[in-house]
Structures are given as C-alpha cells and as structure tokens.
C-alpha cells in the first residue's frame, strides 16, 4: 500500500494534480476537505474537537485502506491547526501495516498564488480565498509547511501544468495504471 501525502500552499493545486494523478493510476483520491467539510457542519474551524475528530477521521481512513491494500492520494495544506507530528504518525500508521507513505510537494511564486486564490474552483469545498487572510496568515503556514517531513518529490506548479505534475509523480513514484490494484 502506498500513500501518496500530496501537500502544500493553499491554491498550489494539490486537488487538480492528486484528480489528475488519480485519474493516470486509478487510485483513489482522499481529498482532506471531506472530512473539513463535514465538521464544519457542526464545529467551527480550529475548535479543539474540530481539531481531534479531523486527525482521526483522518487517521483511520488511512488505517483502513492499509489494512486492506488500498493505495490513496491524500492532500493537505500544512496550517497550524494541524497537530504537530502528523505526518509522522500517518507514516508509522501505514508503515506497521507494511506500507509506505510518499510526500510530495508542491510550490509556487506568492505572485501565483495570489492570483489563484480567489478563482470560483475553491469555493466548492470551502477552501481559502481571501487575498487579505492568505497575506495575514502566510507566515504561519510557512512555518507549518516547514515542519513536514523532507518531500520525496517537489514541484513547482506554477511551472508545470497538473497533468504534466501527474505524469511526473507517476513516474518518480513508480506508479502506473495497475496501481490502483495495490
């Protein structure tokens, strides 16, 4: 089983490239704004409780797909919400149950980003996107991307179309079509 930890910048494209990665290897993406989105509903955002049932429901979605062999995407944009060391607990999780977790990183100019911010695509799951919020909250979320364990793979996607990043990560992870059987 392999988890392919797909992380960075909010507007760096994590969605667009694990849906085109996803779609080259047929694994199945777990995008991290399900289960956001689904607490939302009832706790506000940071709120401890939000914070603890984000982690396990996180958790054993990752717990479940290694238990039964299922390859998955996952995607996050590393904030300061994010407990300390969850990286490195999804990595132990998966690697008792015999599999290995993949980071990639994703970057971009603060010039791209800015410009992506607002686009009507990251309303759908409630994402960033205000430019006066991302400006105030950009050092914190440089200091959380700085916590995340060394990327196996970076790509710069204000460089490289999604589907060009996919092939990549497809070919540096030595992932193929009958991944997705793995």
């Known amino acids: 089983m392999k988890l392919i930890f797909i992380y960075g910048p909010a507007a ?21 704004h399900l289960v956001v989105d689904a607490l939302l509903e009832k706790l506000p955002f940071g709120d401890p409780e939000f914070v603890r049932l984000r982690e396990a429901m996180w958790m054993a979605a990752f717990e479940t797909a290694a238990k039964a062999g299922t390859s998955l995407i996952f995607t996050l944009a590393p904030e300061p919400t994010v407990e300390p060391g969850f990286p490195e607990r999804v990595s132990a999780l998966i690697g008792a149950e015999g599999g290995e977790v993949k980071f990639v990183k994703l970057t971009l100019s603060d010039a791209e980003q800015e410009r992506r911010i ?33 990327a196996d793979l970076a790509i710069d996607t204000g460089e490289m179309a999604p589907d060009t990043a996919a092939r990549r990560i497809a070919a540096a992870l030595g992932l193929s079509a009958a991944s997705a059987a793995t």
């Open 12 to 32: 760096s494209g994590k969605l667009t490239v694990a849906r085109a990665l996803s779609e080259l290897t047929g694994l199945a993406v777990f995008h991290n």
């Open 118 to 150: 607002g686009d009507d695509s990251r309303r759908e799951y409630r994402k960033l996107t205000s430019l006066d919020m991302l400006k105030r909250l950009r050092p914190a979320f440089r200091i959380s991307e700085a916590a995340m364990p060394p």
